[in-house]
């Protein structure tokens, strides 16, 4: 009598797990091409793996697809084909929950903690269930990048703690592709919340574009002057799209991503408890549990090493550049225009990071030196100030943020900090804007 009642009771748990996944993209502007096309690739990973569209939230700004750059509106693709019938449009039924000034840190976190006052789709994920996250943008030292805002590593952080101790999942995977990401995570994720991560850089690098101009950023006889994807993302998703998610386990993956990314340094955090789980766990919408035989015998599958990679700070510099090369001498005025404005920009955030460094250092730190990455306050007023007097952090500049976590981990106060970078950015910024607009 008793196992009959209890039989269906465990048949219906099972049933009533379920899949989910976040994927986010940060940045805006055609030269971050790559990033939107990973995200609506990331989207057709787990669409053609089985989570329903209900399941999956997707925000992204939304402005790639049909900017006037793009030589196939309404369309993206994240890798070359030699003939323009091969190619996969990622776009097409990449459906996107919140878009331009929608994307933000704040609605992010909301939609991982199931918080309805995001506005739109957020997780409804339950204590049985997987989830699966991918975010995609700009990065530097302690912090990524959205549209508008910063998202630090220790807000994430505390957020999947948070949906840990409240039991929205049974087992989280986290792939970020960004700059530096590896601080994101280094030395603030427990390994006991049952989440596993993996970044495209560690804490001091830079990530790589690739599929890039000059030979690689094709589609049949059109070019499209930027990167078609980012070299770790393509390297997993298109590891996905080949492999049985049912056999390989996180573990493969993660080896197999590392080794192709020979760019950047791929690191892994988190649970070591999570490696035996098969990647289909996250990205498909079957459990696999119980023991996953290896498949490390893989070289039928193994995808294909990318080429034509380029350091993620200069993508904005190659992708002007090329649409200025490569267009007719009567439209070239205002890309030329672009393309020195950038080169400007470059050069101002050189100067201005230089003279804050030099002008903090001609007095002695006043306060305890720390290199605690959950004591981010100096960093956050810092950047609050730069921002506010040189405008938003660059795709370049976000490089120079490493310098501005150095100082106050010397222990020189935020507001000395601060005003040698006031008095930077109004001494540099009157030449050329060192900052995105």
Known sequence: MVRTFVLPLLLAAVAAAEHWAVIVVGSTGYWNYRHQADACHAYQVVRSHGIPESNIVLMMYDDVANSSSNPFPGQLFNKPT?????????????????????????????????????????LKSKSTDRVFVNFVDHGATGMVVFPSHNLYAKDLVETLKTMHERQLYKELVFYMEACESGSMFKDLLPENINAFVTTAANEKESSWGTYCPPVSDHIGTKLLGTCLGDLYSVNWMEDSDKSDLSK????????????????????????????????????????????????ADKSNNEPSKVDSSVNSRDIELITKFYQYLRSDSKDRTPLAHALMETIQQREMSDHVFRDIVRLTKSSSPTLTASDDPLNDSCLRHVNEIVEQHCGRYSDFGLQYVSHIVSLCNQGYDASIISAHAITACHRHSTKARVFAP
């Open 82 to 122: 030699m003939h323009s019938s091969d190619a996969v449009d990622v776009y097409q039924n990449c459906h996107v929950d919140y878009r331009g000034d929608d994307v933000t840190p704040k609605k992010f976190l909301q939609v991982l903690l199931g918080d309805t006052a995001a506005g739109g789709k957020v």
């Open 248 to 295: 390989e386990t996180l573990q493969e993956q993660y080896n197999r991503v590392k080794k192709l990314t020979d760019k950047s340094h791929v690191l892994e955090f988190g649970s070591p408890s999570m490696h035996d789980d098969p990647v289909g766990d996250f990205q498909s919408n079957t459990d696999h549990d119980g023991p996953t035989f290896s498949s």
